[in-house]
């Protein structure tokens, strides 16, 4: 149910304004966003106080997995929105690897039903590239878009075959949706675990070049000219890979990209751990892997100077039992909804991000890379008469991971015992408060 709420005396991020230098008000009613500005009166509201508190529009990411259908002891469309939620997103993209995976129109009307049954946020479907990922013939793309998806992929693995590739950009391009590419040579990276480098070499473990991610980008900007099709960069990694983006987009390309947290905060060292003995913590190994110092700062300054669109988590739950092997044999995947912010948060403390730059790539920067203003109008905005997705966030509250109260159902956190900053306080879909510290909403 839709409720009247005056949020009061809040700093308030909107991508069109930035961040307020003064604190305001504002009002959400009948469903949507009624007025944002200094001492708004209204009558019949519940009053919340937010001194010392931002509100955004509610986030948005473009990257995560739910597992479900087919690998529900690792998260399910529960368990996984319930995280996004506390974590102050309110709109998310579902990855396909799922099983089975939404490469038809009947197995996404399926998924799109447990969606309405069971999910906290809204989802929005990714479909399949190829048939069953399977990375040889193509999934039924115009299936796929009639019913919903929002965009293509098979993360997970890239699309190897480049001929089938192009004709994935040709078609998806036709639809009007963009290809999420997880670029990566996979004959490059075969048997890799972690960055190659310094730290593999010291742990003797086998390497994933930075080659491997940077000719894959290469290879679809090139494609993604010849065909006119839309290429997103899905977690990019490297420096090399940044650079690419940048040229790309300077020619007028349809190539946007996202980022995530763990590669913005960690290195190939959190493999290592912090003492002399190496840990090998099976916990930081990621597709693609955490990289060098030199990569992340160039990360960090791609998101910066807006080559990267947005911030999206990859949010990868794994069952314990995923994590609690030898390195090599260790399932690739962070959880992250839980802690995005506070790591986020803990950049902007250190002055390596700015904070408008962060709720950009959360908010209006995803919605624009996907073009998701055109089915949710305002969406990442704070517009008025625009439904109301909103987070309010304390961003100095200061916490210590404790990966048994994550509400994901992946425990696999390489942050645990971490101090992050900021701390959601209250969520709103299309109007309604539906999470408040503490409490869900039904
Ligand atoms: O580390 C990763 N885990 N990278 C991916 O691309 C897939 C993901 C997963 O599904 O676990």
Known sequence: ????????????????????????????????????????????????????????????????????????????????????????????????????????????EALLKRIARDAHVRVLPIGCVTRGRAGKSLAELSELAAAGCVAFSDDGNAVADGRLMRHALELAGALGLPISEHSDDPVLDANGSMNEGRVSERLGLPGQPAAAEVA???????????????????????????????????R???????????????????????????????????????????????????????????????????????????FDDAAPGISVLDTALGTLGLLIERGEL????????LTAGPARAFGLEKRLPGIGTLDRGVAGDLVLLDPSARWVVDATRMKSKGKNTPLAGQELVGEVRAVMIGGSLVFERGQVHA
Not at 264 to 270: G, P
Not at 305 to 325: N, Q, S
């Open 1 to 108: 149910m839709s409720e009247r709420v005056l949020f009061r005396g809040a700093r308030v991020y909107d991508p069109g304004d930035g961040l307020s230098e003064r604190a305001l008000d504002v009002l959400v009613a009948d469903g949507v966003v009624a007025a944002v500005g200094l001492d708004v009166q209204a009558d019949d509201v519940r009053v919340i106080g937010a001194t010392g508190c931002i509100v955004a529009p509610g986030f948005i990411d473009l990257h995560a997995h739910l597992r479900e259908p087919g690998f529900e002891q690792k998260g399910t469309i529960a368990t996984e929105t319930l995280a996004a939620l506390e974590g102050g997103f309110t709109t998310i993209c579902a990855m396909p690897n799922t099983e089975p995976a939404p490469d038809s129109g009947p197995v996404v």
């Open 216 to 250: 894959a980008i290469a290879r679809d900007i090139a494609l993604c000219e010849t065909t006119g099709g839309r290429l997103h960069v899905a977690h990019i990694s490297t420096a090399r890979g940044v650079e690419l983006v940048a040229e790309a987009k300077a």
């Open 354 to 361: 700015r904070m408008e730059t962060a709720f950009r790539a």
């Open 252 to 326: 007028g390309l349809a190539v946007t990209c996202e980022v995530t947290p763990s590669h913005l905060y960690l290195t190939e060292d959190a493999v290592a751990g912090p003492g002399g003995v190496p840990v090998y913590d099976t916990n930081a190994r990621v597709n693609p892997p955490l990289r060098t110092e030199t990569d992340r700062r160039a990360l960090l300054a791609g998101l910066e100077a807006g080559v990267i669109d947005a911030i999206a988590t990859d949010h990868a739950p794994h069952a314990v039992e995923d994590k609690l092997c030898e």
